[in-house]
Structure formats: C-alpha cells, structure tokens
C-alpha cells in the first residue's frame, strides 16, 4: 500500500514536470504554429542563471523569480531576433533553426559553466512525510504539485478571463480576423514566446534537484518526453497537455519501477505510436488542428 | 434626411472615405487598375460586379491587408498610407470578412468583446454587448457556445454586432448575403440600414447579390475587371437594363 503511494505520488510529480514543460509546447505551438525544438535548451539557459541566483543567495523562491523572468527574455530574444524571420512555408524551417540555436545555446553555456552535472540542492526534504507506518509524500513533491497547480490555473485564468487572454486565443486561431480587429498580432506572438519560455524554464528548475540534473543537455531527455506527452494530449490543447503529463508521468514511474529503467522509453514509444496510429490529433483534441 | 443621400445629394455632405486611383492585386496582374471611389458620410454604396470583378480585393485593399500598389485612400480626408491593419479599427474603418467571419474556437460573447477589445471604456463594451443581443435575440441565446455551432445567418449577424462593437465610421461588408435564406438576408439588410439611420454609419457593400444590395443602397457602382464602369443612383442602376445585361448577367 505504502509503495504504491510513493509510486503514484513520484509519478504524478514526475508527471507535473512533464505537463508544465508540455504546456510551455502547446502555447507557443497555439500562438504560432512552431514546434519549438529549441525549447528544452532555452529553458536549460534559463535554470542556469536561476542557478546562479540559488548558489549566492540560498533562496529557492528568488530562483523561481529569475527563472521566469530570464525564460521570458529569452523567449522575447528568441522571437524578436530569430523566429519572426524565419519563413513560414514550411514548418521544417523553423524546426531546423531552433535546432541550430539548440547547438548555439548548449555550446554557449557549456563554454560558461562545463558540461559536468551541478548538484542542485532541494529547497525542502526529500524524505517522504509518514502517517503512522504510511509513507505518503514528500514535501518536495507536494512542493511541485503547488507550484504547477498554481501556474496551470493562472494560465487557464489568463486565456479564459482577461481581455489579454482573448487577445492571444483570437491570434492563435485566426491571425486574419484578429488583425481586422485590431489585435496587435505579432506582439501576440511574443508573448506567447516570452510566456512559454518562463513557463518551460520553470519546469526544467522544478525537476533539475530531483530527476535531471544541471548540465548543458539537461533539457533533452525532458523535452523528447514532453514532447511525446504534447503529441498524445494533443498540441492544441492545454488541458490535454496536463492530464497527458501527470498520465505518462505515473506510467513511466510504475513501468520503470516494474520493469527496469530501460523499458520506461520503450512503454512511452509504444503509447505515442498508438495514439498516432489511432487518434492523430492528440487525444484531448476536439477538432482537426488548424494548420497554419 | 428625407432623401437617401444619391449621387447629387453626396457632393453636399463631407466625405468619409475616398479612393484615388487606387491599384492593387496578387502577382503581376492587378486585380484593380485604378478605382477612384466616394463615399459620402452616412450613405450606403453597393459594388457590383461578376466573380473575380476585383470585389473582394477592393475591401482588403482598404482594411489594409493588401497594400495598394499606387494610389491612395483617405478616411475623413487623411491618408491611410502606411496605417497597419490592427490600427485601422482605431481609426473607424471595420471589415466583415467574407464567409468565415466569426472565430469558430471562440464563444459568441469572446467574439463579440473581441470588436471592442482596443476601446478603453470598458462599462460601455458591456452595454454595447447588451445592445446586440437586443437586435439579434437568437445570438443572446447562444451566447457561451462556440461560433462552430452558429448557423450561417447566425455567423453573420455575429460578425455585424462584432463589427458593431468596434463604433465604427466606416463599415466594409464582403458578401453579407453568401448562401443566406432570403428572410436572414433581409434581417441583416433591415440592420444595416437602421445602422445608417441611427449612428450615420457609412457603409461599402460588395454583393453578389445585386437587387438586394441595390434595395438598400444610395448608389451602386459596378466593378469590372478591376475598373470602375459606371457610378450611379442605386435606383437608376437597377432600371438600366443595357448595364445589366453588360456587367451583372441578368
């Protein structure tokens, strides 16, 4: 009983991560029909400065700060300076720039901080919190579970409450009609960047301490998962990138727990070329996706 | 004005939007070879004319989504020479698109407060929300379901109350009748010329449909291949049999 606990809250954090920085795909995919493949090495740069922040000033909430705030410029960066000039014809060229700026990024911050692991301390104990003989959680998983629970509700809040937000949904599905009523499009577009740039930041921070490790190619393995967790929720949908998450999330730990670490890709593999096979569109899309 | 504003009556009042040989198109081949177009403030000017006339072209060559090659356009006397797209709605000038005209993945009421998005005031959007329910009641009903599930008169009348909600000088309306049952169109013909009456609205109709475009109409001017062939008193158009027969095929 105690072990399945464990493993279902290890899951669902593990899970939390990979719907946060699914979610960070999904709203740069719905602002502007990319594929970010430069997102995992992006939000790696941004957790090294967050980094910096936590070794000087041992505070973990001042590092959530700066990995918001430096994802944010990054994406403004990224967009204003390399993305808007990249043609649109074909989705492969933009997929090909962001993995030369993949190549770019990584290489920048392995000159700066070396390719070795940084040991990242956990802001809280890893120890799992007993209720009797139960172990139930830790308070670093419960930690993570707040922190994307409140950032996935602010999201939702943004999109579906604000002017701000109706603003960003009308230039994701038609650019055109949005134009026409006088929504700044392009700047739209930024700010989906900026947005999911702080928002892939964040995840790639919240797991470095327990699952990734700091290194330049910290994002990699994170982003393929994402990734495949995007492709299964389905791009467009937000809602489908967090349940997609914490699923595969539970999946992989209970997989791997079973069945040894190498059969945990392996089950992940075997789900996407499912739901591709069956349900191209992602499973929690409603209707065929837009192409742009 | 007991008289609809006719060709004489236009020199008389101020003009809201003006076109000076305006040429513009895809690719080599312009689709307009110099449009010289009037609008008097307040009336209401249906262009005519068979499929590819440049029609279209025409009102996405104004809302500014194609630049003009040459030629100029002026909204209440000022050029709209290098005036993005977003900002002409700032200055008065609002498109309804043809055919998809609401945002399908959006609510009735977000594409509706989506018009009205760039005014600060924000107590009265809301009233002016209110105000188009009033006059489209089947639009009040549906207001939290996506446009996907609004019928075409539906989508229609949405896409009037949004362009409504943007208090415009000028309305441009690409197609307003398309695939429409002749009761929905004649609604949405009433609206706008309550639209006119009420606020002075200016509107520029492209219509395939020529009788009921020139039922609502001061003056109609018929667009072939891109040129303008004849500007005249909506009335006296739909009697002229010989440029019927010419440019509108019936």
Request: charged letters at 15%; aromatic letters at 6%.
């Amino acid at each position: 009983m105690s072990t399945v606990l464990l493993l279902l809250g290890a899951g669902l954090a593990r899970g939390a991560v990979f719907a946060l920085f699914a979610l960070a795909l999904v709203l740069i995919w719905r602002a502007t029909r990319i594929a970010n493949f430069a997102q995992g090495a992006m939000s790696v740069a941004a957790a090294y400065l967050a980094y910096l922040v936590l070794v000087g000033t041992g505070s973990f909430a001042l590092a959530i700060v700066t990995v918001l705030v430096v994802g944010a410029a990054i994406g403004f960066g990224m967009e204003r300076g390399l993305m808007r000039f990249v043609p649109s014809r074909s989705p492969l060229n933009s997929i090909i720039v962001a993995i030369g700026a993949v190549m770019v990024l990584t290489g920048l911050l392995g000159i700066l901080f070396g390719a070795d692991y940084k040991p990242v301390s956990v802001p809280f104990s890893r120890e799992p919190i007993m209720i009797g003989e139960l172990a139930i959680v830790s308070p670093y998983t419960l930690f993570v579970f707040v922190v994307v629970a409140v950032v996935v509700a602010g999201i939702a809040l943004l999109f579906t409450r604000t002017s701000l937000g109706l603003a960003m949904r009308a230039s994701a599905f038609d650019d055109e009609v949005a134009r026409l009523n006088g929504v700044r499009v392009s700047r739209m577009r930024t700010l989906g960047w900026m947005l999911s740039a702080a928002v892939g930041g964040l995840a790639v921070l919240l797991a470095v301490p327990t699952e990734l490790g700091l290194s330049p190619h910290s994002g990699d393995l994170l982003f393929v998962n994402a990734f495949t967790v995007a492709i299964i929720g389905g791009l467009d949908s937000p809602v489908g990138a967090v349940i997609a998450g914490l699923l595969i999330g539970v999946l992989l730990t209970v997989v791997t727990t079973l069945w040894g670490a190498t059969v945990g890709p392996i089950a992940i593999l075997v789900l996407l070329v499912v739901v591709l096979l069956v349900r191209p569109q992602g499973i929690f899309s409603l209707r065929k996706a837009r192409l742009a | 004005m007991t008289e609809p504003a006719t060709g004489q009556a236009a020199t008389a009042t101020r003009t809201a939007l003006s076109l000076e040989g305006v040429v513009a198109g895809y690719g080599h081949d312009p689709a307009l070879h110099g449009v010289d177009l009037d609008l008097p403030e307040g009336s209401i000017v249906a262009v005519v004319g068979a499929n590819g006339a440049g029609k279209s072209t025409l009102l996405r060559t104004i809302s500014g989504l194609l630049p003009p090659s040459s030629g100029d356009i002026r909204l209440g006397g000022e050029s709209l020479a290098g005036v993005p797209v977003e900002e002409r709605i700032r200055r008065g000038i609002v498109h309804v698109p043809e055919r998809r005209q609401v945002i399908a993945e959006l609510t009735v009421e977000e594409n509706l407060r989506l018009g009205a998005l760039w005014r600060r005031d924000k107590a009265e959007r809301a009233s002016d929300i209110a105000e188009v329910y009033e006059f489209f009641p089947a639009l009040a009903a549906r207001r939290t379901k996506p446009g996907s599930t609004l019928s075409g008169g539906e989508r229609q009348m949405l896409a009037i109350g949004r362009a409504y909600m943007a208090h415009p000088k000028v309305m441009l309306l690409d197609e307003p009748s398309l695939g429409l049952a002749p009761k929905v169109v004649a609604d949405i013909m009433a609206m706008l010329a309550w639209l006119r009456t009420e606020y002075g609205l200016t509107i520029l109709l492209v219509e395939q449909n020529v009788r009921t475009a020139l039922s609502i109409a001061d003056t109609g001017v018929v667009l072939n291949l891109g040129r303008v062939v004849a500007t005249r008193p909506a009335a006296e158009l739909e009697a002229d049999e010989q440029l019927r027969h010419l440019y509108l095929g019936f």
